[in-house]
């Protein structure tokens, strides 16, 4: 299945995914995602509380991760996993005689619910039918590229980046009350892809359309006029010749002999 508003091949979904299954962190215990694609990125700045949100919630660094196709037995054997021991020691009252939870929130979502706004306009960059989680923290992550070298140009992460997560799961009260993804305030950029910007991008024609423009309007006018700047000179160096063969000497015929003077 090959992910919506994506250049990246299914050969090259499959390849990053086998090559980087979701795992746990030897060293630390962490789980660290298989490359996921990251939508509402904030990580250089924290988002803010929203309309609806707890009077006492913090603003909070976090990011939406879309799984690619084929991590599912990754996503159930590990990540559910982990939210399950979770809501086992958190919320006891709360499992049935079945085994099952109850009354406790997922923080699994279908990519689907994500890809209309409540208006129903399109957010790209989400994929019906494969799994995202919200992964949140309250310090700010450290976002480094696959040599280890860190990342200040915020310009490097967006919505539509791969990126590989640390988690973790953490329980959480309120009215409603449920175990969510923490990101372990580390971030790996793994592959640039198409950007998304959340919401589709609108049709100018739709935009504009009805603005109306006196056709004898001069547009250069209306601006002052002001002529174009000359384009800059070339910022490169001026050419240096390396190796400059040397010139050949110029051809001078011999002197004629006595002999060939006298014929």
Same mark, same amino acid.
């Not at 990011?63 to 996503?75: T, W």
């Not at 539509?160 to 969510?180: E, F």
């Given at each position: 299945?090959? @992910? @919506?508003?994506? #250049? @990246? %091949?299914?050969?090259?979904? !499959? ?7 979701? #795992?746990?962190?030897?060293? %630390?215990?962490?789980?660290?995602? &298989? ?18 949100? =707890?009077?006492?919630?913090?603003? =909070?660094?976090?990011?939406?991760? &879309? ?14 996993? !982990?939210?399950?021991?979770?809501? #086992?020691?958190? *919320? ?7 085994? #099952? =939870? ?23 960059? *989400? %994929?019906?039918?494969? @799994?995202?989680? /919200?992964?949140? %923290? ?42 969510? *993804? ?25 935009? *504009? ?35 400059? $063969?040397?010139?050949? $000497? ?6 004629? /002999? ?6």
């Amino acid at each position: 299945m090959p @992910m @919506m508003h994506s #250049r @990246m %091949t299914d050969e090259w979904l !499959a390849a990053v995914v086998r090559g980087n299954p979701i #795992r746990i962190a030897e060293k %630390t215990g962490n789980i660290i995602t &298989c490359p996921v694609r990251l939508q509402y990125v904030n990580v250089f700045k924290p988002a803010q509380a929203q309309e609806g949100d =707890s009077p006492d919630k913090k603003p =909070s660094y976090n990011v939406v991760a &879309c799984f690619p196709p084929g991590v599912e037995a990754g996503i159930q054997n590990i990540m559910q996993a !982990a939210i399950h021991a979770e809501e #086992r020691k958190s *919320f006891p009252n709360n499992f049935g005689p079945d085994g #099952r =939870s109850f009354g406790l929130k997922s923080p699994f979502r279908d990519q689907r619910e994500k890809s209309r706004t409540r208006e129903g306009k399109e957010v790209k960059g *989400f %994929t019906p039918g494969l @799994m995202c989680i /919200t992964a949140s %923290t309250l310090v700010k992550p450290s976002v480094i590229d696959v040599a280890w070298n860190p990342i200040v140009d915020e310009s490097r992460l967006y919505a539509g980046v791969w990126a590989i997560l640390a988690l973790n799961v953490y329980p959480y009260k309120n009215k409603i009350s449920g175990v969510n *993804f923490g990101l372990q305030q580390n971030i790996m950029i793994f592959a640039d892809d198409e950007k998304t910007g959340g919401r589709a991008a609108s049709n100018p024609k739709d935009d *504009f359309d009805g603005v109306q423009i006196d056709q004898a309007y001069n547009p250069a006018a209306g601006f002052g006029n002001t002529p174009a700047a000359a384009p800059p000179g070339s910022i490169m160096p001026p050419a240096q010749v390396v190796y400059q $063969p040397p010139a050949a $000497p110029a051809w001078t015929p011999p002197a004629p /002999t006595a002999e060939e003077s006298f014929w």
